[in-house]
C-alpha cells in the first residue's frame, strides 16, 4: 500500500513542476515581447507629447474623430542625393460603436526619393485615419501613402483650423536638416512577424483591428490614453 507521505511528496513535486514550466513559459513569453513592447511604450511615450504640445491643437482636437491612429515613434530619413525613411509603426481602430480603441497592430514604414537631399533626420509621427478608405486599405497586407490612400500635412500652430478632407492627416515633430518629414509615398506594410511575436500567434491585423480577438494587456495605458484623449476632446469636423 503506498503511503499517504509519498502520495503527497509526489503531488507537491508535480506541482512544483507545473509552477516551474508556468514560470518558464511566462518569461519565454515577455522576452518575446520584449522589442514589440518597447516600441508601444515608445509609442505612449509619443502620443503624450503630441497631446501636451501646444502646437498640436488641430491634432488634439480631431483624435476623437479618428478611425484609426498610426504612431511612429521614431521615423529616420537619410540620404544624400538618394533617399530613403523607413521606421515602426503601431495602429489602433477607434470602435464606432463603443467609441472605443482596439490595437495594437504593428507595421513597417518605408520610403525611397531621389533629389537634392543631404543629411539625417529624425522624426515621431503620429498619423491619423479620418475615413474608412484610410482604415480599409491599412487592413490590407501594404497601402502606399498618397497612391492608394490620399495624404496632407496635418495643421500645426496654436488656434489652427483649416478643412482637412484626406485619408490620412500626418503630424510630426522633427530633429534634424530636413527639417520636416513628408509621408507621401511611403509604403505601409504589416509586419506579420511582430503582430505574432506580440500576441503569441499568427493573426492579422482585421483580426485585432475590428473584430478585437486579440489583446496583450500591455497595451492597455497606451488605449486608456487614446480613450481619455477621445472623449476629452470635441471634434471640429
Known amino acids: 500500500m503506498i503511503s499517504k ?12 513542476l507545473v509552477a516551474f514550466a508556468s514560470f518558464v513559459g511566462v518569461s ?37 474623430s479618428a478611425k484609426a491612429v498610426l504612431i511612429a515613434p521614431q521615423v529616420v530619413k537619410a540620404g544624400w542625393i538618394f533617399g530613403g525613411s523607413g521606421g515602426r509603426a503601431i495602429l489602433f481602430a477607434r470602435n464606432d460603436q ?16 531621389v533629389g537634392f537631399q543631404a543629411g539625417i533626420a529624425v522624426s515621431e509621427t503620429v498619423t491619423l485615419v479620418m475615413t474608412d478608405k484610410g482604415l480599409n486599405s491599412l487592413l490590407a ?59 503569441g500567434r499568427d493573426i492579422q491585423p482585421p483580426d485585432i483591428l475590428v473584430r478585437a480577438s486579440a489583446h496583450n494587456p500591455q497595451a492597455d495605458r497606451l488605449v486608456a490614453a487614446l480613450n481619455r484623449a477621445s472623449s476629452a476632446k470635441t471634434s471640429l469636423r
Not at 507521505?5 to 512544483?16: D, E, F, L, Q
Not at 490612400?149 to 530636413?178: H, Q, W
Open 5 to 16: 507521505a509519498i502520495v503527497a511528496g509526489a503531488s507537491s513535486k508535480w506541482v512544483g
Open 141 to 199: 497586407t501594404s497601402v502606399k501613402v498618397g497612391g492608394d490612400a490620399s495624404i496632407a500635412a496635418g495643421p500645426v500652430g496654436a488656434g489652427a483650423n483649416a478643412d482637412v478632407t484626406t485619408d490620412f492627416v500626418a503630424f510630426a515633430r522633427s530633429k534634424g536638416v530636413y527639417g520636416g518629414l513628408n509621408l507621401d509615398g511611403t509604403v505601409i506594410h504589416v509586419a506579420d512577424n511582430w503582430n505574432r511575436a506580440y500576441y
Open 28 to 64: 519565454g513569453q515577455s522576452w518575446a515581447h520584449s522589442e514589440q513592447q518597447d516600441l508601444v511604450n515608445s509609442a505612449e511615450t509619443t502620443f503624450s507629447n503630441f497631446m501636451r504640445d501646444p502646437d498640436m491643437t488641430w491634432f488634439q482636437r480631431h483624435v476623437g
Open 98 to 113: 463603443t467609441g472605443r480603441w482596439e490595437g495594437p497592430a504593428f507595421y513597417n514604414l518605408a520610403t525611397a526619393s
